[in-house]
Each structure stands twice: as C-alpha cells, then as structure tokens.
C-alpha cells in the first residue's frame, strides 16, 4: 500500500533505546544508542509510550461512555434524543473538524507543548461536563473535550516518530491501536455501571483520573520541543482551517442529521461541504504557508493509506450498524446479549493490535497491510455467507476475524504512512490519518444505514436511522 520504506526482518531485531528520549537523537526518526533487553522498550522510551497510549485511550473511553447515559440525562433535563444525541455529536464533530489543523499546529509551535495543552483541556472540559447545570453547557463542554481531543489523538501518534526507533514504530503503532479499542471495548460497560451506581455525572469524571496520569507522564518524560526542518519558517493557515473546519462540519452533519432530516436539510449540508472543499483547494493553492502541502499530498503512499483507511473504515461501520439488528430480530436475542455479543469486535481489536505491530516490523508495513485487507476480505465473505442454522456463532466468528483483519491493517498502514514524513509535518500527516478514519466511519454509518434499511423492506426507515444513531 505504501512505497514507504518498512523494516524488515533484521531491523526488527535492532534494539530499541536506553537513551532518554529528551536527548538530541542523532537522527530525527530514531534514538537508538544502546541496547536494550530483548528488543523491548528501554526504560526511557516506556513512560512516554505510556502516556502517549492513555491519551488514544481517552478520546475512545470518553466517546464510548456517553451513550450509555442518554436515556438518563434525555431524562435529567427533560429533553428529547434529538437534543441530548449532541452529547455524543459535538464532540466527534469537534475532532474531525479540527485534528488536521491541530496537528500543523503542533508542527509549527512544538508538539509537546500543544500535547499538553490538549490534555489539559481534555481533563478541564471533563469536569466542566459533569458540573454542568444545564443540557447547553454539557454539549459546549464535550465540544471542548473533543478539542483537546483533536490535539491528543493527532499529535500522540506524530510522537512515536520522534521518539521511537524505526525498528520498534510498528509496536508502538499497535499499542496505540490497542489502547483505542481498549477503550471503545470499556465505554459502554463502565458508562453503565457508573450511571446506574452513582449517576451521569460520574461518567464525565471517569476519564479524569487516567488524563491526570498521562499529563504527569508526558510532561516528565516528553523531549523538549525543537525545531524542525522546516517548520519553524511557516505560519499557520488561519484561513485555511477555517475552510476545511466549516466543509468538514457540513459533510459530518449531512451524514448524522441527515438521515433523519429532510432531502433539502441533506442536499443544503452536502453543497455547503462542497462548496468549503472548493474554497479549501483553492485557497491552498494560493496560500504562501498552506495548511497540507501539495507535494506531501503527492506522495503515492500517503494518498493511497489515506484513501485506504477511508474506505476500511466504512466498511467496517457495517458491524455497527447492521449488528445489533442482524443479532437480535435474525436471531432473537435480548438487548444485553446482543451488548455483549457485539463487543466481541473491539476485545478482538484489542488483543490484536499488539501482535499485528511485531509483525509489521518483523515483515515490512506494506506487506502486513496487505495481509491485514486479506483478512478483512475473508471476514466480510464469512458474515455474507455463513448460512443462518449457525446462529449467533455465524455472525461472531466471522466478526471476529474481520475485526482481526482491521486492527492489523490500522497498525500497518499507519506504520507505512508515518515511515517516511519528515519531521516538520508529523502532525499534519498524523492529524489527517485520524480524519480519513473519522471521515471513513461517518460515512459508512450513513451509507450502510441506507444500504440496510433498503434492503430491510419491512423495517421502518426512520427506526433504523435511529438505531444507527
């Protein structure tokens, strides 16, 4: 998938650092100066992998707890779904919005700074959450959580290039994928416990703790900010983000509220999003310190692992979508079995992320990212397939392995795109992984959910929208 270059077998055996991670490597990409016990992270590079990994894990935790509470809180503040369902919008909007224009950022003012900084907000906005008196205040504050969000989740995976050894970025990448699934896997769990035993406002506390760790952690352990090659001569396109922030929004919005809106209320979005994608082009073309340059948007292997990721991801939003109705009007099952069932897809994930990294740096990127799509394939022909005397274990099995198939395709591609960006625009690059993704689920919801309730002539419309919400 990527021309990028991948290590192989005898890189993978290369040792990764006993240096601190704060020393000037003596190249940009690595800082392997010693040996260090049987290729495991050395004892400088562990507490930043740490931290990095509670931050991946807090935008997941954090986006996974929420549903579980919205019957509550629709009922705490006397409001209907389509008011309290901005809980779980806004800041998934606010992410997708602005994780490119935060990477760049990172890029031009210091990606440990503005780490940082999105940890803090992250953690401010997460008592502001659960203090708030009012439905209003809770939406505007998960729009900040989802802000910080942007800068944690772009600017965690720029950092394993700058402090990781090539040898060990495939690891890294899937501790990373691990911790997300982790994540998604605890949310609705713990965000029914929690609203159950001590309330709704317990759930925005939740990740409170797990954020103040990882402040301690990097703010101790990150390398100091330098500059980079550069980086550090550009300004940063305002207007630019602005554009892409506003034609981002328009499409994510047609895509949600769309579905259960009007064709006009869809049409205006989508134009809109058109229309901000055009402006966005073109004031790139014009602009002196553009946003994404046009030569890093050329390279053949970043286009196509961004591209790729889109689409993965939408077909991946399947699972999701047409899961619980497969699961429980096919086969019967009540809505907790369907829960538990379902949250087959993220344990797998999560114990395959770690494994999927030693084999990318053991086979090369390229090659276990095309092993990773073969595997989605075979998953996805299975579920297709699988004759319905199976049962539930028709649907699990073969869910299981497409869920495999993507936690190693995520690892590698990831790996294989972040190989070769040069240091001064890690962020940018990192921040649009994390929007091919984002993008790539946000339309699949929509497009699977329309797929599906075609097809599903005798399922009303508007309740399939509603479920996939």
């Not at 890189?11 to 000037?24: F, H, I, K, N, Q």
């Not at 290039?161 to 713990?190: D, Y």
């Not at 869809?266 to 946003?291: K, M, T």
Request: hydrophobic residues 55%.
């Amino acid at each position: 998938m990527s021309s990028s270059h991948a290590p192989g077998p005898a890189d993978a055996r290369t040792p990764l650092s006993t240096e601190p991670v704060g020393r000037p490597p003596a190249d940009d990409r690595t800082s392997a100066a010693g040996p260090a016990s049987a290729g495991r992270p050395a004892p400088a590079v562990r507490p930043v992998l740490a931290g990095l990994s509670l931050s991946v894990l807090l935008f997941a935790l954090g986006t996974s707890l929420a549903p579980a509470a919205l019957p509550t809180l629709a009922e705490a503040f006397s409001a209907p779904f389509g008011s309290v369902q901005w809980i779980v919008l806004a800041p998934l909007l606010s992410v997708t919005a602005l994780v490119v224009g935060a990477g760049r950022l990172g890029d031009l003012f210091g990606r440990r700074r503005l780490l940082l900084a999105g940890l803090g907000l992250y953690t401010a906005a997460s008592v502001a959450c659960a203090a708030a008196p009012t439905l209003g205040l809770l939406i505007a504050a998960r729009a900040a959580q989802g802000l910080g969000a942007a800068f944690m989740t772009a600017l965690a995976m720029a950092f394993v290039g700058e402090t990781v050894p090539r040898a060990g970025v495939g690891r890294a990448m899937g501790l990373l994928g691990t911790m997300s699934a982790v994540g998604t896997a605890l949310g609705p769990v713990l965000g029914g416990a929690l609203t159950a035993g001590l309330g709704w406002r317990a759930v925005f506390l939740a990740p409170v703790p797990p954020a103040l760790l990882a402040l301690l952690l990097l703010r101790r352990h990150l390398p100091a900010d330098r500059p980079a090659a550069g980086a550090g001569r550009g300004r940063f396109d305002a207007v630019g983000t602005l554009l892409l922030a506003l034609a981002l929004t328009a499409y994510a919005l047609a895509m949600t509220l769309g579905r259960g809106g009007s064709g006009p209320l869809r049409a205006g979005l989508l134009l809109a999003a058109a229309l901000g994608a055009g402006l966005f082009v073109r004031s790139q073309a014009r602009s002196a310190s553009p946003l994404v340059e046009g030569a890093v948007l050329r390279a053949p292997g970043l286009r196509a692992g961004l591209a790729t990721s889109a689409l993965v991801s939408t077909v991946m939003m399947t699972t999701l979508v047409v899961g619980p109705f497969q699961l429980s009007r096919a086969f019967g099952l009540d809505a907790a079995l369907t829960g538990l069932l379902l949250s087959a897809g993220p344990l797998v994930a999560a114990v395959t992320g770690m494994p999927a990294g030693q084999l990318a740096d053991r086979l090369g990127a390229a090659r276990t990212t095309l092993y990773g799509l073969g595997t989605m394939a075979a998953g996805a022909l299975a579920l297709s397939l699988a004759p319905s005397g199976f049962g539930a274990a028709g649907y699990v099995v073969p869910l299981a392995v497409l869920t495999a198939g993507y936690a190693v395709f995520q690892t590698a591609n990831n790996t294989a795109v972040m190989a070769d960006v040069p240091a001064g625009r890690r962020g940018v690059v990192s921040g649009a992984l994390n929007l091919a993704r984002n993008l790539g689920l946000v339309t699949g919801a929509a497009v699977m959910g329309a797929l599906f309730s075609w097809a599903a002539a005798d399922a009303p419309g508007a309740d399939l929208a509603t479920a996939a919400r």
